[in-house]
């Protein structure tokens, strides 16, 4: 694969043609610098470019060739940080406040969208997260609880509920979110480019940025063949920012995960899973899924810290799908792909000034698409002169992530969550068997 084509996936091959948009080859200034071409960087420059300011963006590839153009398209908000977590850690009132800022970015997805004309990209609504466990009679005291703690529009449904959409024993209660949706990302992340582009935006790609200097009250963006001058950068480079920033990128660890997308499967599917939302369990790294194309499963799933791919990923991505629903065992895999999220040790996103006029929009994990509107929000914000939204995510530094020993440590904490879910299934389904006899 060159670096300026698209890794294949079923967006690839469903995607909107794109001009390459040319390499910066020479000097030239904006009032914003924009490093990223993924959903952050995207959401920066356009609505940056919406309020008249001057924006240059450089993508080391090609627009939405990271995350932004291969994950699962689910928004919805919330983060990758789970919500009860945040409560611990900052109180109910500032978990509220964050939680309202992903609600405005699932807001500036559905806006986006309906102002780009292209409600193509939008592909269905509404979303479910299942337990692989029974949660308990106060199940539904407690979600209802946690919504209104937190302002949420999530509702409890019964196992009764769930397996009469989902046709599998494999789940318990659900929680439903009619604000969540699901959408081609890839075409998303395209329409969002041409309209920075109609706004006199400049989009760069196959430019790295390669180093930042002081310049007066700006900054200094360098190239391979050029540079560019602007009062403010906006690094929104996730898990791969390489050189250009050092202590953002040590920040940042990457983690590959997978998605896969069957060839057609006929009435089966239909019968299998009879709701045409977005589908997550909520296991600690569980799979991730939903109905596209009329008749093709979309499913994702797994996360590692090695991020070669796995040389037999379509069958393990097969098994994955056929252990939850066996009545799909004779579907095949048309596609499968990695795709990495760049996550904090906090497991929260940096978003913020770093330095007068060094802004950072990144580390949005597995929870990206509508959190990265919500991160470009407050950075806009930011620079047009409130700050009272970047400030939310103060608490969550930039902290060094570790290495490859933060690798280490992440991938056999991830072993140790997959146990804990192992060991919670087992001992239910035991407890169940002894009850029956
Ligand atoms: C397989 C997968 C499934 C996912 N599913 C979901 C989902 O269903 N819902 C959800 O909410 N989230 C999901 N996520 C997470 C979500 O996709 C990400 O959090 C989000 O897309 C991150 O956007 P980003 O702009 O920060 O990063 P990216 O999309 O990775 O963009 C960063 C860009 O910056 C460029 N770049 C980096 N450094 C430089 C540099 N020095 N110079 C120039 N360019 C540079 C990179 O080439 C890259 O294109 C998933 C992620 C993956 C990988």
Sequence with gaps: MRPDDYPASWYAATRDSAPKRPPLGSQDDADVAVVGGGFAGLHTARLLALQGKRVILLERHRIGWGASGRNGGFVGPGYALRTGALIERLGADHARRLYEQSKRGVAVVREAIEALGRPDI??????????????GLDFADRTRRLADQLGASFEPWTT????DVLDTQSYHQGIHDPLSFHIHPLNFALALARDIEARSGRLH???EATGLARNGDGWRLMTAAGEVSARHVVLAGNADLGVVHGGIA???LPVATYVAVTEKIGAALGEAIRWS??????????????????????WGGRITTDTREPPRLREMMRGDIVSVYPQLRDIRIAYAWPGIMGYAPHKMPQVGEIAPGLWVCSAFGGHGVAQTAAGADAVVAGILGDGSRAQLFAPFGTSWAGGPFGRAATQLAYWGLQMRDWWDEKRQAQNAETLRT
């Design 122 to 135: 939008l592909m269905g609504s509404r979303k479910l997260s299942v337990s692989r466990t029974d949660q």
């Design 160 to 163: 009764a509920e769930v397996r």
């Design 205 to 207: 790609e196959a430019t």
């Design 250 to 252: 040590g920040a940042v």
């Design 277 to 298: 939302g977005a589908i997550s369990d909520t296991r600690r790294a569980g799979d991730y899924y939903r109905v596209v194309d009329g008749d093709r499963l979309l």
